[in-house]
Antibody
């Protein structure tokens, strides 16, 4: 069974840092791109970042560019999101999700995310 | 960036009703459109990909249609377990990956 389990969320002060992890199992982790999507309380889904299967290519939403870093350790089947300079507006449940493709940017190929992890809550507050 | 707009934002339906949700893209995205279902406190789950392809294990009462800029998710006979929030997502021009704002389907 394909499974994703996030961890690392919690309460952090504005300006602080946090590292999220997403442990993957049930599939060949290095063969698939991965992504982080967040959801602020009572709000919709917002894409945060994505990474190719090899980890060589990374992409970020403008709202987190320069503050967040996505990475992966294919030997440990784990995806990470390092979050620095956190702001109140970063408060959200953060989900990791598996792509159906190896790369993130692809022309004329259908791509979607399945499955998603259960999410981990990040609260930025003083 | 491609903007996705869903309508309505919410709707009320009775069990057995036919439910239709619309998603409009700010530019043509061919059929690079996915639909997700999210139940309260749970992660999203893909229902439909490529505008009209049913993900494995998803009940056949769910269907998707459309191309270009206008898309529809239809639940032919809504069941109690279908009350949830539904999101469309464009996969035509990414990144950034963009979602619609969501449509909440509530029990009447």
């Amino acid at each position: 069974e394909v499974q994703l389990v996030e961890s690392g969320g919690g309460l952090v002060q504005p300006g602080g840092s946090l590292r999220l992890s997403c442990a993957a199992s049930g599939f060949t982790f290095s063969s698939y791109a991965m992504t982080w999507v967040r959801q602020a309380p009572g709000k919709g889904l917002e894409w945060v970042s994505a990474i190719s299967g090899s980890g060589d290519s990374t992409y970020y939403a403008d709202s987190v560019k320069g503050r967040f870093t996505i990475s992966r350790d294919n030997s440990k089947n784990t995806l990470y999101l390092q979050m620095n300079s956190l702001r109140a507006e970063d408060t959200a449940v953060y989900y990791c999700a598996k792509s159906n493709l190896y790369i993130v940017v692809v022309v004329a190929a259908y791509k979607w995310f399945d499955p998603w992890g259960q999410g981990t809550l990040v609260t930025v507050s003083s | 960036d491609i903007q996705m707009t869903q309508s309505p934002s919410s709707l009320s339906a009775s069990v057995g009703d036919r439910v239709t949700i619309t998603c409009r893209a700010s530019q043509s995205i061919s059929t690079y459109l996915n639909w997700y279902q999210q139940k309260p406190g749970k992660a999203p789950k893909v229902l439909i990909y490529a505008a009209s392809s049913l993900q494995s294990g998803v009940p056949s009462r769910f269907s998707g249609s459309g191309s270009g800029t206008d898309f529809t998710l239809t639940i032919s006979s809504v069941q109690p377990e279908d009350f949830a929030t539904y999101y469309c997502e464009q996969s035509y021009s990414t990144p950034p990956i963009t979602f619609g704002q969501g449509t909440r389907v509530e029990i009447k």
